[in-house]
């Protein structure tokens, strides 16, 4: 963190707990079974061998970490205090409470209803949504199951199933076919979603709905794994080509940044 609404908050961090969270993600790095040395720590962290076993000794003291072996071959590890916390922490903040704010700003800055929805059965289930205030409203309710093969929320999530998990959702529920511009073969809808992971955005181009337009981008929570999507929906409108690869990305930067307070680490952040 580095600044606030208020402006720049650097003098209000304490070195001591940033060295201490410092340390904790040097730890969190090391493969499973294994630890760190002490230099190990200093060197990963830019602290001296005295102040990295400072850190190290009161993290262990509180159980936020864990030693084994004795003198040169001691290593440290993640105490099982970070598990119990980390569960906590999960407890404390619904989906729903996380992905608000983003909501909010997401259909601030695009002028278009935001939904959340998660994965139930075959369908994708509206757990929340922002409303853009306009007179005149696309139909949109709280609960609303959403078809996998057609809609932003549904597509978004079905992207996030390899091509043998699809074959075998879509052989339970099909591909009803909605308007003129439902998928509802297979294998181009298999291609699609090829399409739709690499975009790392759905768009719902009157697939469901005549004359409606729905963009969806999954999520992902602390364990790689999808735990719901995001959308916004409007009236299509003679709306240009260019417009939905604008808003793919504003709805794939919120659904990134939903994910990340979740305790998703991107990719390309991966030590």
């Known amino acids: 963190m580095t600044t606030t609404e208020d ?11 940033s060295r201490a969270a410092e340390v904790l993600e040097a730890l969190s790095a090391t493969a499973p079974g294994e630890g760190l040395s002490v230099t190990d720590v200093a060197r990963a962290c830019g602290l001296s061998k005295s102040a990295a076993f ?13 030693d084994d072996g004795e003198g040169m071959n001691r290593r440290y590890r993640l105490g099982m205090a970070l598990a119990r916390l980390g569960v906590r922490a999960q407890e404390q903040l619904s989906l729903r409470d996380i992905a608000r704010p983003v909501l909010t700003a997401l259909t ?8 959340l929805a998660v994965p139930e059965g075959a369908h994708a289930v509206v757990i929340d949504q922002v409303s853009n205030g306009e007179r005149i409203q696309i139909e949109l309710r709280m609960g609303t199951r959403e078809l996998p ?3 932003g929320l549904g597509k978004a999530l079905l992207a996030e199933m390899t091509p043998a998990q699809v074959a075998e959702l879509i052989g339970r529920v099909g591909l009803p076919r909605r308007t003129d511009h ?9 291609a699609h979603l090829h399409d739709v992971r690499k975009a790392g955005y ?4 009157e697939e469901d709905a005549e004359g409606v337009f729905c963009i969806g981008s999954a999520l992902r ?14 009236l299509k409108l003679g709306l240009p080509s260019w417009r939905y690869q604008e808003l793919g990305r504003q709805v794939r930067q ?4 939903i994910s990340v307070r979740l305790g998703h680490v991107p990719a390309e952040q991966t030590p």
């Open 54 to 66: 400072a850190t190290l000794h009161t993290l262990c003291h509180h159980g936020l970490a864990a």
């Open 7 to 17: 402006g720049d908050s650097s003098r209000y961090l304490v070195r001591s707990v």
């Open 254 to 257: 919120a659904a990134e940044a």
């Open 202 to 205: 759905a768009l719902d181009d």
């Open 149 to 151: 093969h057609c809609t």
């Open 108 to 115: 601030r800055d695009t002028g278009l209803s935001s939904r």
């Open 182 to 190: 439902t998928i509802t073969d297979l294998d181009s809808l298999v």
């Open 221 to 234: 929570d602390h364990s790689g794994g999808c735990c719901g999507a995001i959308s916004v929906t409007g």
